[in-house]
């Protein structure tokens, strides 16, 4: 009996860390940052009104925590790079619905903290940051899949040296499912 429940343990063990294997993700997507704005006093940008599109680099890892029959619950440690102009770090939660089609949506939300300026660490501004976004995922396959998704990063207004709030980043890329 003790030999058995032994086996049945070893299995359901074994068997759980290979269901939890499969709820995690990398994102690696590419996109655009679009701010339009005031450039504000001592900034030392001209003044004026400033339309700013950046390029930017996201890798987001997120690990489900919860599986419903509406959809899981991820916890994502999403980090955008912005060139050296700008760096945007906010651990969140993630909600992906459940839906019979390889199309899935989703929405997400995090508070961490952003960076802006220059290369050197003295001129670097660092200041609380709240995202916000969703997209979705159309899976290729088990193991990959396309994503598209839309975050806005909140920041104290005049943070980045713009009279602005708002940092929409628009990205496209891929989803490894692991």
């Not at 070893?10 to 993700?25: E, F, H, I, M, W």
């Amino acid at each position: 009996m003790r030999i058995v429940m032994l086996k049945a343990l070893l299995v359901s063990t074994l068997g759980g860390c290979a269901a939890l294997a499969q709820n995690s993700d990398l994102g690696i997507l590419d996109g655009v940052e679009l701010t339009i704005g005031q450039a504000t006093p001592g900034s030392g940008l001209m003044d004026g009104r400033y339309i700013q599109l950046a390029t930017n680099l996201q890798v987001n890892y997120a690990r489900q925590v919860l599986d419903t029959r509406a959809g899981g619950l991820y916890v994502e440690f999403p980090v955008v790079w912005g060139g050296t102009a700008r760096t945007y770090f906010t651990p969140g939660v993630r909600f992906k619905l459940a839906t019979p089609s390889r199309v899935s949506p989703f929405g997400a939300m995090g508070v961490g903290v952003a960076t802006f300026g220059g290369r050197l660490v003295p001129n670097r501004r660092t200041t609380g940051a709240f995202e916000f976004g969703g997209g979705f995922d159309v899976r290729f396959s088990r193991l990959t899949s396309f994503r598209c998704e839309v975050r806005d990063f909140l920041t104290p207004r005049g943070a980045s040296g713009l009279a602005v709030r708002n940092h929409p980043v628009f990205s496209v890329g891929i989803g490894l499912h692991f």
